[in-house]
């Protein structure tokens, strides 16, 4: 449902207790919707695909960013490698739902995660387990072009770096924070999908199946975009993002409303930056 955050958009100041005190608030209220009966979880792997390929993509590994060093984009790739082994070939049955978190774990040390970049109230820094924000993106970017119900999704609060070349709309990734920002997926179809992901030399690279051929096909556009000059001094980015369906024959069926995005841009609009490579996932 649309919301009125397109009247302003303040950053949120709280003290260390306070997102402390949230923090473990929510994290057990996560633990105890996993052991609650509301969802079942989808839990069984194939050592084999599902006949049908119903959406694919692909996101490049290392992007140079500003001001990041670039150690930061390599140890993702390591964290990427642990939760991709951990995705890979989930099977969503009807009735199931997908937890990106309660199949990845709690990102540790222990299990082999590594530093990488976090984002975290519009700035950056190392973090254990960083950079799994591209594993989920590109998930959710997938699903949308799939029958499949996207059930939890976050979006980022803060548009921390320029598009310039982007190719996706603004605001089509999914944030996640272990555990309570998850990314959670409902099969609502009678046909059963599988998950398929893998860790290239380049590429993230991610793709939906099915055991039937798919009948439709997708188109994900934005419609409303703007930027906003803030009271306080900064600048806003708002737009929705819309779902195009289409049938075998090429004739679109139908039209629905997906989200809509609001963030807190942190770097002057309108920047442009000629030899920053295409962005391919958020």
Same mark, same amino acid.
């Given at each position: 449902?649309?919301?009125?955050?397109?009247?302003?958009?303040?950053?949120?100041?709280?003290?260390?207790?306070?997102?402390?005190?949230?923090?473990?608030?929510?994290?057990?209220?996560?633990?105890?919707?996993?052991?609650?009966?509301?969802? %079942?979880?989808?839990?069984?792997?194939?050592?084999?695909?599902?006949?049908?390929?119903?959406?694919?993509?692909?996101?490049? #590994?290392?992007?140079?960013?500003?001001?990041?060093?670039?150690?930061?984009?390599?140890?993702?790739?390591?964290? #990427?490698?642990?939760?991709?082994?951990?995705?890979?070939?989930?099977?969503?049955?009807?009735?199931?739902?997908?937890?990106?978190?309660?199949?990845?774990?709690?990102?540790?040390?222990?299990?082999?995660?590594?530093?990488?970049?976090?984002?975290?109230?519009?700035?950056?820094?190392?973090?254990?387990?960083?950079?799994?924000?591209? #594993?989920?993106?590109?998930?959710?970017?997938?699903?949308?072009?799939?029958?499949?119900?996207?059930?939890?999704?976050?979006?980022?609060?803060?548009?921390?770096?320029?598009?310039?070349?982007?190719?996706?709309?603004?605001?089509?990734?999914?944030?996640?924070?272990?555990?309570?920002?998850?990314?959670?997926?409902?099969?609502?179809?009678?046909?059963?999908?599988?998950?398929?992901? %893998?860790?290239?030399?380049?590429?993230?690279?991610?793709?939906?199946?099915?055991? %039937?051929?798919?009948?439709?096909?997708?188109?994900?556009? @934005? %419609?409303?975009?703007?930027?906003?000059?803030?009271?306080?001094?900064?600048?806003?980015?708002?737009? @929705?993002?819309?779902?195009?369906?289409?049938?075998?024959?090429?004739?679109?069926?139908?039209?629905?409303?997906?989200?809509?995005?609001?963030?807190?841009?942190?770097?002057?609009?309108?920047?442009?930056? @000629?030899?920053?490579?295409?962005?391919?996932?958020?």
């Amino acid at each position: 449902m649309r919301s009125n955050a397109y009247n302003s958009l303040q950053p949120i100041k709280r003290s260390k207790l306070r997102l402390k005190l949230g923090k473990i608030y929510y994290t057990y209220a996560r633990y105890l919707l996993w052991l609650l009966p509301r969802f %079942k979880f989808a839990k069984q792997y194939a050592s084999f695909k599902l006949p049908y390929s119903c959406f694919t993509h692909k996101s490049i #590994l290392l992007r140079q960013l500003r001001d990041v060093d670039m150690k930061y984009q390599y140890n993702k790739i390591t964290n #990427l490698k642990l939760a991709v082994n951990r995705l890979n070939h989930i099977v969503l049955y009807p009735g199931e739902t997908f937890s990106y978190w309660k199949l990845i774990g709690k990102p540790t040390y222990q299990k082999g995660y590594v530093d990488g970049m976090v984002l975290f109230c519009g700035s950056f820094g190392p973090g254990v387990g960083g950079g799994l924000c591209q #594993l989920s993106n590109l998930i959710f970017w997938m699903t949308l072009h799939t029958p499949l119900t996207i059930v939890e999704r976050y979006r980022h609060s803060y548009d921390v770096f320029p598009d310039a070349n982007r190719t996706q709309p603004f605001g089509s990734g999914a944030t996640c924070i272990y555990p309570y920002r998850d990314l959670m997926i409902r099969n609502d179809t009678s046909e059963i999908y599988q998950l398929c992901l %893998k860790v290239g030399e380049k590429y993230l690279e991610g793709e939906w199946r099915s055991e %039937k051929q798919p009948l439709y096909h997708y188109k994900i556009i @934005e %419609k409303n975009h703007f930027i906003k000059s803030e009271p306080w001094g900064g600048y806003s980015r708002h737009n @929705e993002i819309y779902r195009q369906t289409f049938d075998r024959a090429g004739n679109r069926l139908e039209e629905v409303y997906v989200t809509e995005n609001h963030a807190l841009m942190m770097y002057a609009p309108f920047i442009t930056c @000629e030899s920053e490579p295409k962005i391919e996932s958020l």
